[in-house]
């Protein structure tokens, strides 16, 4: 399943690395994932998100409040990739969805997880065992054509041309984005003027979108710490004058709507 990312072909798994048949080498970390982006495939030394906010996202995430999607996701996943189907994290960052979809889901399906960040995989390859991990460019996977029943992208950058060379006719992407409402209540605090989302799946030529549907619910952020950990892990704090952000630091507890916009593509046979 997996690709040299140098030469292309296929690579086997050993003790202690992956290995093609042209020698091409890569070491299996101790978390147990494997490097598998090219130096020229990096926009920086250490891409993707920093220790500091991935490890602010595993233990908000740990508290629940994105629980609903969770258990969404496991649903989909059981409903549509078949026994023995292979699916892929897509952007895995902490691990947290794929944990919970490789234990709530009965089936023998074969997992894969990809992030830049080598800390986010490293995090997800220490929790699962279950799960084939490696960083790499999610717009340059090194997994064969048409090698996957599924994948999922939850609030990350995609590729049509990718998924549609990755997936199996028939198969099916599950993306996730930010509803209408997300996180509206915070947003009135920050801004001045609060705005809706606009609500947009993905344009996947090959592709017929067969689903799609809103998670939403409401739920008090209960400290101080959970507001400003969510906060940090939209693209509205990278975005927004500081100042603006320091609005949430007088609050210890806010009421929010939470609401992700999940459509499910199904490939032309």
Known sequence: MLRCPKCARPLVKEEKRYVCEDGHSYDIAKEGYVNLI???QKHSRNPGDNDESLA????FLSKGYYQPLARHLASLVNELVPEKGSFLDRG??????????????DKEIEYYAVDIARKGVAMTAKSNKNATCFVGSVFHLPLGDESLDGLMSVFTPYSGEEFARLIKPGGYVIAVNPGKDHLYQMKSIVYDSAYVNEEKGYDLPGFTLIRQENIRYEKTLETREDIDTLWR?????????SGNNDRLKQY?????????????YRKEQ
Do not use: K
């Open 38 to 40: 090219l130096a020229n």
């Open 56 to 59: 602010a996202r595993r233990i």
């Open 92 to 105: 895995c960052g902490t691990g947290y969805y794929l944990n919970w979809i490789i234990n709530h889901v």
């Open 233 to 241: 892990m939209t693209p509205y704090y990278h975005t927004t004058y």
């Open 252 to 264: 210890d507890s806010i009421d929010t709507v939470i609401d992700f916009l999940v459509s499910v």
